[in-house]
């Protein structure tokens, strides 16, 4: 009746005062013989419960939900509620989004963000990695392993951080600043006893490499080899750093020298290179929220931070495991528990220092992040390993 009603042109109030019906239902009557005809508007009604239930409803919406938007000639990339509802209607599924909504979340249905996974492209990835964790697990008490590169250029400057604050301190960093200086930091973290050996440079070239092959010769002398790992920067891979290990290492027994061997990572993948870790340490404890007054004044404090931490792992020296869990007493492997405590040292040591609890919480999560990635995993418990079986 109240359709008719309206079919005529009577005003929806005055039909509705006249049925005695709510605004709801009238409009739930026009809609469904508005989409339906008189198919749908005397069609027997299924309760909302099992409606959610039935397969072909639910099997209507999670193929259009699956499907993209622009399919349907919808410019987005995502669904909404309205449009699912809408094509869901052009289908023969006249449905509310609160069904929609239901049938999606009791499904398990949930939003999340995609996470952006380190890859790399190099064709050798996997060899790459192998022989890595191969020289890592057999590395020899007269051997040493480098994990080396480069932090920056930067500029010394006042810098942003995280840090407390008092109630009502505004806490600000001018965004355009004058620079005092730019300084270029090369470090090489020795693997298995956790010492760093750094100096500054000028530049990000060959030479600079090779200056960094010497000081470690020179400072490692007492090694019969030396591993240098480090990414696939072109400075890192030239013809002529190659032709200058040869060089070094036709001079070495005569001179007294260890021999130098390279072990590249992979392409694209810097996210394996240990001693990124080791200046993050470092720029939280030294750079976040300095304001140095000169480059001079900075790299006197770099030079503090690093000889400070080589002190303090040298005075404490991951402790070896006896055995493992099965009762082996041979000391040739560490349990699981051994191999995250070497892993948390080797990698944010700097940060757990501290008397706060705040660095030791980021040093954690951060450790977290890039324990997610499997090959990772195998190169740190590798390194981690022999570090134990060493010390």
């Not at 064709?123 to 040493?144: C, G, H, M, R, W």
């Not at 590169?149 to 004058?178: C, I, L, N, S």
């Not at 090694?223 to 696939?232: F, N």
């Not at 790299?299 to 000889?307: L, T, V």
Request: proline share 3%; glycine share 4%.
């Amino acid at each position: 009746m109240a359709v008719l009603f309206l079919e005529r042109g009577i005003k929806c109030s005055l039909v509705r005062s006249f049925l005695h019906l709510s605004e709801r239902s009238a409009r739930s009557y026009w809609e469904r013989y508005r989409h339906g005809s008189t198919v749908a508007l005397f069609a027997k009604r299924m309760n909302a419960r099992r409606k959610s239930q039935d397969d072909r409803i639910r099997q209507a919406v999670f193929a259009l939900l699956h499907s993209p938007p622009s399919a349907h000639g919808i410019n987005r990339t995502t669904w909404k509620m309205t449009d699912l509802q809408r094509i869901l209607r052009e289908q023969g599924q006249s449905i509310s989004r609160d069904l929609i909504s239901a049938i999606i979340e009791d499904s398990g249905f949930k939003w999340r963000k995609a996470r952006i996974v380190l890859t790399s492209s190099d064709p050798n990835y996997q060899a790459k990695i192998e022989t890595i964790v191969k020289i890592l697990s057999e590395l020899k008490n007269d051997e040493a392993f480098f994990s080396i590169d480069e932090f920056g250029p930067f500029a010394v400057k006042k810098r942003a951080g995280r840090k407390r604050v008092a109630p009502g301190e505004d806490y600000t960093v001018p965004q355009q600043q004058k620079s005092k200086g730019n300084l270029i930091i090369k470090a090489a973290l020795e693997r298995s006893r956790n010492q760093v050996t750094h100096f500054y440079s000028n530049k990000k070239n060959t030479q600079e490499m090779i200056k960094t092959m010497d000081l470690l010769r020179i400072q490692y002398r007492n090694c019969t080899t030396i591993y240098l790992s480090w990414d696939a920067a072109s400075w890192h891979i030239s013809q002529d750093l190659t032709m200058h290990v040869k060089q070094r290492n036709d001079e070495a027994l005569t001179e007294g020298y260890p021999i130098v061997k390279t072990a590249p990572l992979p392409v694209g993948a810097q996210f394996l290179n240990v001693i990124e870790s080791v200046f993050s340490g470092m720029a939280r404890a030294i750079l976040h929220n300095s304001d140095y007054c000169s480059v001079e004044a900075a790299k006197d404090a770099i030079d503090r931070y690093y000889a400070e931490r080589n002190e303090y792992f040298r005075a404490h020296p991951i402790i070896r495991e006896q055995g493992t869990r099965s009762g082996d007493k041979s000391g040739s492997e560490v349990n699981f528990t051994r191999v995250i405590i070497v892993k948390i040292a080797s990698f944010v040591g700097e940060w757990l220092q501290s008397d706060g609890t705040d660095e030791a919480e980021d040093a954690i999560v951060d450790l977290k992040k890039r324990w997610r990635n499997p090959d990772f995993e195998w190169l740190l418990t590798a390194s981690a390993m022999t570090t134990a079986r060493r010390l």
